[in-house]
C-alpha cells in the first residue's frame, strides 16, 4: 500500500500526495480549494471550468474566477470553450495570472456547454480538440492537462488521448463515464486502466471515489498516477488525509465534531473576508455549512437555523451553539 508515497511530477510541477480535488463548478473557488488544502492530504486542486469567452471578452466575473491564494499550490485552473481561436488566448490569461497548470475541460455533459460545441463535445471530434490543445499548448509555457470523459456516446477517446500526449499534454484526468451517461450508472475502472496502460503521461482516474478504501481500490485494480475526488470531499472535506490515515493504519483517531465545526469556521473566515457581496456570501455559507453539518450531533438545528440567516455573524452563532449544546 505505498500509493500514497509515489509522487510524480506534472511537467515539472511536483504533486506531493497522488490525490485531488476534482474541478467543480460553483464549488472549486478559490476559498473552497483552500479550505480543503489547509485540511491536508490533497496534492493538487482544480478549480471550477471558467469561459474561454468570458476571459477573452474580459468578462468581470470570469476574471474573479481566477482568483487563487499561495497555499493551494500547485494549482490548476480550468477553462472551457468551443472556439480554438479564443482557448489558447484564455490559456494565456490563466498562465499570466502565475497559476501552475492550465487545464482544459472536455468532459462537461450540460446541454448549454455541448451545444456551443465546448466540454465533452469536443470528444466527438478528434481533429478539433486535437487543434484546441495545440493552440493551447503553442501559447503557454506551463504544463497544459485535459479532463475528459470516457466518450461522447460509445466512441472509444483512447486514440485521442495518445495525440493530446503526441501534442505534449502533461496529463490526463479520465471520469469514465461517458457523456450520454451524465452520472448514471458507475465510472467504468475498467476503461480508466485502459487509458493508465496506453499512456506514459500521469493519469488521474476519476469516479465514483466515495471512501478511503475506494481510492486504494482505484490505485490497485486501475494502476492510475494519481486518483481525483469531486462529490465525496462535499461532504467530507477530509476524505483525503482519511486516505493518508487510513493507509497509515490510523483508525477514528479524529473527534468528527470537533474536525467538522472547525472546517465550517476556517470556510467562514474565509468567505467572510472576500470581496464579494453579502448576498453571495449568505449562499455560500447555506450551501457548504449545509453539506458539512451533515452526519453531526445538532447538524439539523445548525441547517434549520441556516434559513434566518442575514449575515456570516449568524452562522458563526449557530455553530457556537451547536458546540455548547454538545458539551453541555
Ligand atoms: C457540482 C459539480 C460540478 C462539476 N463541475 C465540473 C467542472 O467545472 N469541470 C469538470 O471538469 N468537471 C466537473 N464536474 C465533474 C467532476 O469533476 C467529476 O468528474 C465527477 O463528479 C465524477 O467524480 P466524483 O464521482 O468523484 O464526483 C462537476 C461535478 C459536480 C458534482
Known amino acids: 500500500m505505498d500509493f500514497l508515497k509515489r509522487s510524480f511530477t506534472i511537467g515539472g510541477v511536483a504533486i506531493e500526495s497522488p490525490l485531488a480535488l476534482a474541478p467543480m463548478a460553483e464549488v472549486t473557488d478559490t476559498y473552497y480549494r ?17 469561459s ?24 490548476a485552473i480550468q477553462i472551457y470553450g468551443g472556439d480554438p481561436e479564443r482557448m489558447d488566448d484564455a490559456a494565456a490569461i490563466v498562465e499570466a495570472e502565475g497559476v501552475d497548470i492550465v487545464d482544459v475541460n472536455m468532459g462537461c455533459p450540460v446541454r ?9 463535445a469536443l470528444l466527438k471530434d478528434f481533429d478539433k480538440a486535437a487543434r484546441v490543445v495545440e493552440k493551447i499548448k503553442a501559447a503557454v509555457k506551463i504544463p497544459v492537462t485535459v479532463k475528459v470523459r470516457k466518450g ?15 501534442i505534449g499534454v502533461a496529463a490526463i484526468a479520465i ?47 486501475t494502476g492510475v498516477d494519481g486518483v481525483m475526488i ?7 472535506p477530509f476524505i483525503f488525509r482519511d486516505i493518508h490515515a487510513y493507509v497509515s493504519g490510523e483508525r477514528n483517531v479524529e473527534n468528527e465534531i470537533d474536525r467538522r465545526i472547525d472546517a465550517m469556521q476556517r470556510y467562514l ?57 454538545l458539551v453541555a
Open 269 to 325: 473566515a474565509k468567505i467572510d473576508a472576500a470581496p464579494q457581496i453579502d448576498k453571495w456570501k449568505l449562499h455560500k455559507a447555506r450551501t457548504v455549512i449545509g453539506w458539512f453539518s451533515k452526519g453531526i450531533p445538532h447538524g439539523k438545528d445548525i441547517r434549520t437555523g441556516l434559513h434566518d440567516i442575514t449575515a456570516v455573524a449568524d452562522v458563526q452563532r449557530l455553530l457556537d451553539n451547536a458546540r455548547l449544546r
Open 230 to 236: 469531486g462529490r465525496a470531499a462535499l461532504h467530507n
Open 52 to 75: 474561454a469567452e468570458g476571459l477573452t471578452r474580459k468578462n468581470d466575473r470570469s476574471h474573479q474566477m481566477l482568483a487563487f491564494s499561495e497555499n493551494e499550490r500547485p494549482v
Open 34 to 50: 483552500s479550505l480543503i488544502k489547509e485540511l491536508g492530504g490533497v496534492g493538487l486542486v482544480v478549480s471550477e471550468f471558467i
Open 175 to 221: 471520469h469514465g463515464r461517458t457523456r450520454s451517461e451524465a452520472y448514471t450508472g458507475a465510472s467504468d475502472w475498467g476503461y480508466i486502466a485502459k487509458v493508465k496502460e496506453a499512456l506514459t503521461i500521469p493519469v488521474w482516474g476519476n469516479g465514483d471515489v466515495k471512501t478511503a478504501a475506494d481510492a486504494i481500490r482505484m490505485f490497485e485494480t
Open 112 to 120: 448549454k456547454i455541448v451545444n456551443s460545441g465546448a466540454g465533452s
Open 152 to 166: 461522447w456516446e460509445s466512441n472509444d477517446v483512447i486514440p485521442l488521448l495518445k495525440r493530446f500526449e503526441e
